[in-house]
């Protein structure tokens, strides 16, 4: 099945702490995305890739950082700047002939800092 | 970008037609109208796009206005599990970016 996983599902971590999320997708997308979306809001834009070791900052990249080594990932990692980090963050794909718009989106980690 | 507007929600009759409707006066000619729907604690999923025409796909159609300025989303035959928010979205197409611009979208309760 093609798709993009993230995980793990859940994910707690105590104030102070940096923690990596996973993004791998097999739809040989070029562009790789990483949103956040607090209870109740849309989507805000993270970091943004659209080839291998390349990325480009999104509207709150601030406390986050991200690498893209490989097409299939695009991880994100949650470092202790972040000021506010507990969210769900959702992590999507797509191509530059879908327009790069027509994006496919990952079920989502939800992040908890305790 | 344009921005849009949409109802903060709306409820709906299972197996009757669902219109959600949105505003974009601000449009320009190259934008192009998303919408992206966003199940309970899952991520969004794409449903359909266009410029000017009218368009329909397994999933849904898209009305634009004529003046561009406005458009409805119809999902012919409601059922519980199109029960959802539902984003309209307006970008360049092809953009260089690429990212989307998600506002607080509409909350369509579909209800037996």
């Known amino acids: 099945d093609g798709g993009i996983t993230q995980s793990p599902k859940y994910l707690f971590r105590k104030e102070g702490q940096n923690v990596t999320l996973s993004c791998e997708q097999n739809?040989?997308?070029?562009?790789m995305y990483w949103y956040r979306q607090d209870p109740g809001q849309g989507l805000r834009l993270i970091y943004y890739?659209?080839?291998?070791?390349?990325?480009q900052k999104g509207d709150i990249a601030e406390g986050y950082s991200v690498s893209r080594e490989k097409k299939e990932s695009f991880p994100l990692t949650v470092t202790s700047a972040q000021k506010n980090p507990t969210a769900f963050y959702l992590c999507?794909?797509?191509?530059?002939?879908?327009?790069?718009?027509?994006?496919?989106f990952g079920p989502g980690t939800r992040l908890t800092v305790l | 970008d344009a921005k849009t507007t949409q109802p903060p929600s709306m409820d709906c009759a299972e197996g009757r037609a669902a219109n959600l409707p949105c505003n974009h006066s601000?449009?320009?000619?190259?934008?192009?109208v998303y919408w992206y729907r966003q199940i309970h604690s899952q991520g969004p999923q794409y449903i359909i796009h266009?410029?000017?025409n009218n368009e329909t796909n397994e999933m849904a159609s898209l009305i634009i206005t004529e003046d561009r300025k406005s458009s409805t989303l119809i999902l012919p035959h409601a059922t519980l599990r199109d029960t959802a928010v539902y984003y309209c979205?307006?970008?360049?197409?092809?953009?260089?970016?690429?990212?989307?611009?998600f506002g607080k979208g509409t909350k369509l309760s579909v209800k037996p």
């Open positions: 999507a794909s797509s191509t530059r002939q879908g327009g790069y718009y027509e994006q496919f």
């Open positions: 739809l040989n997308h070029d562009a």
């Open positions: 890739s659209q080839i291998v070791n390349d990325f």
């Open positions: 601000t449009i320009s000619g190259n934008e192009y």
């Open positions: 266009g410029l000017k």
């Open positions: 979205i307006v970008r360049v197409g092809g953009g260089s970016q690429g990212n989307l611009i």
